[in-house]
């Protein structure tokens, strides 16, 4: 038993890494990265394809619009700014959906799976600059690799527990993991550090991108006077915000307005129905 703990402990020592540069922003933390990234990529890309089938089977899957095509545009933008992190994005399967509901929400899913909701686009009225802030938001999680993060520290805590349930006698039995790895890698909320660093990466992605990095501004004061409505948006029922927030946000401007100062300007697309 002294060694099963022993090699426990080696295998969590062993799990740290860094999925990603600092960037301009300065994301330097280590982070614990037992999972396998195919694997989490494949359940990931596993749901998104089960996402998108219901859609489409709701007949409330868009695929082409003016809509459509605004996103297109500025993810096209986006991604190509992602290789300023880590080099490997260039060979990630990116995909987008888009999907006519009212809901107020966005998600990257592990690997690239891009989400919007009509919802989130229209009753905020989103220009450009803030689609471009909340959609590097979420691909920075995708990024950062948060979703395999989230699987490994569950991973973590199995193997602990099971080391448990071993010594507690030969009739304990271990908790399966693959069974929940989809939702601790898309379902459940990201952490506040975590959030906080895709707030900078998704704010340094933007601007490279050639759009306003103060859209992550304007578009966290939309939410937050959403969030004072009867139904809070989903989009802050899983992203902790407030005013400290913004505050971070605006401490970060300085690291990041060269660059955008820098970048080649995108089209200016606006006002257009799905």
């Not at 999972?35 to 990931?44: G, K, M």
């Not at 888009?98 to 009509?118: E, H, R, S």
């Amino acid at each position: 038993m002294r060694f099963c703990l022993g090699l426990a402990c080696t295998l969590l020592l062993t799990a740290c890494a860094n999925t990603t540069r600092p960037g301009a922003v300065g994301i330097t933390r280590p982070q614990f990265m037992m999972a396998s990234s195919d694997d989490v990529n494949r359940l990931s890309a596993s749901s998104y394809n089960e996402q998108n089938q219901k859609a489409k089977d709701k007949n409330i899957l868009v695929t082409s619009g003016p809509t459509y095509d605004r996103l297109k545009v500025i993810a096209n933008r986006l991604i190509p700014q992602t290789e300023a992190f880590r080099d490997d994005t260039k060979q990630w399967d990116w995909r987008l959906t888009l999907i006519d509901a009212p809901t107020l929400n966005a998600t990257c899913a592990p690997g690239g799976k891009i989400t919007f909701y009509t919802g989130i686009i229209e009753q905020l009225n989103l220009n450009d600059d803030e689609i471009a802030a909340i959609m590097g938001h979420e691909i920075a999680h995708a990024v950062r690799e948060h979703g395999r993060e989230r699987v490994s520290q569950a991973a973590a805590q199995s193997i602990l527990v099971n080391i448990a349930m071993a010594v507690a006698g030969p009739y304990g039995s271990a908790v399966s993991l693959a069974n929940q790895a989809a939702q601790y890698a898309i379902v459940l909320p990201n952490s506040r550090e975590n959030e906080t660093e895709a707030d900078a990466i998704g704010l340094e992605l933007a601007a490279r991108a050639g759009y306003n990095p103060a859209g992550a501004i304007s578009v966290w004061q939309k939410m937050l006077k959403a969030s004072k409505d009867k139904s809070s948006p989903e989009f802050l029922s899983t992203h902790p915000s407030g005013e400290t927030r913004i505050e971070q946000l605006t401490a970060l401007m300085p690291m990041v307005e060269p660059l955008y100062k820098a970048a080649s300007k995108p089209p200016t697309i606006t006002n257009l129905k799905k």
